[in-house]
């Protein structure tokens, strides 16, 4: 491949593939999440919860939210993020500035190997947790490479983008290495010498919007706002991905770079996928966090005791 297409494929590599307990009133329902608002947009951060990067541009602290108990989710303790592999020096010092002690990198080893290694700040080294990607990243990468429109409007197109997208969601309660890996992530955010931590995959959108939608839900968010955080990487993504679209297409690495949309976005049908899985095999959020991820009562308790306010 030429070096100058290598370079937007891997470009639209890291950014279309997303490999992005409760209140006692609290946990929505499958049918919640049926109709929960379908909007793919959601209002920008304020200012201090986004972390303005050059290289990441999901990458956010999660404190302010409300718990419907009136508690609120301290600002400085947990972030998320995109794949911090593209970090400037700039940014590198501004992720210093964070005070991390923990990061966490949920990227498959084929993602870290193509987009590279988390660039981080010096005495600051990354954990690998990762979560299945379902194969996605090696059949994205096989349809960009063809540079046939057929092709890809073959594998991509009328609506086989999007159910790739549905059917990796489930995984996340299927998968039994999935679970593992996110009930370590569980245990880490409890133990107060790992905080303040940020976990990420590689476009922040999927894996890590499941795991802040989880966390967010344990400690007593309501739905909508979970919801909410849920849809924002469509805002902070959107100026990138339609750069990047444009990329490919003045490359002629495909004519209808749009096929890549359902890719790069979060919808609340993805979410639904997995959350409607969830509750076929567990029932609740709370029983699959407590059976299928290990997070007992004293881990829950802790969590709440480090991030709410």
Known sequence: MHPSRRRVTTLFLGSALALGGLTATGCETSADAA????????????????????????????????????????YGRLFRSDSLAKLTPEDVTAVGRLGLHTVIDMRVPSEVSFDGADRLPSGLAGTSLPIDDTGL?????????????????????????????SDMYPTFVTNAANRAAFGTMFARIADGDRVPLLFHCT???????????LLLRLLGVPHATALEDYLLSNT???????ALRAQLKQAGMMQDPDLLIPLQEVRTGYLS???DRLHRDYGSIPRYLSTGLGVDARTTARIRALLLR
């Open 35 to 74: 109709t929960a608002p379908r909007n793919r947009r959601s209002t920008p951060p304020p200012p201090d919860r986004r972390v303005p990067l050059h290289g990441a541009v999901n990458c956010r602290d999660l404190g302010g939210y409300r718990t419907e108990d009136g508690k609120q989710l301290r």
């Open 137 to 165: 990243f090696a059949a994205m990468q096989a349809a960009i490479a063809t540079k046939d429109p057929v092709a890809q409007q073959r594998l991509l197109g009328n609506g086989k983008a999007a159910t790739l997208m």
């Open 203 to 213: 476009s922040g959108k999927d894996r890590t919007g499941w795991l802040s939608y």
């Open 236 to 242: 902070l993504r959107r100026e990138a991905d339609a």
């Open 273 to 275: 996928s997995g959350l």
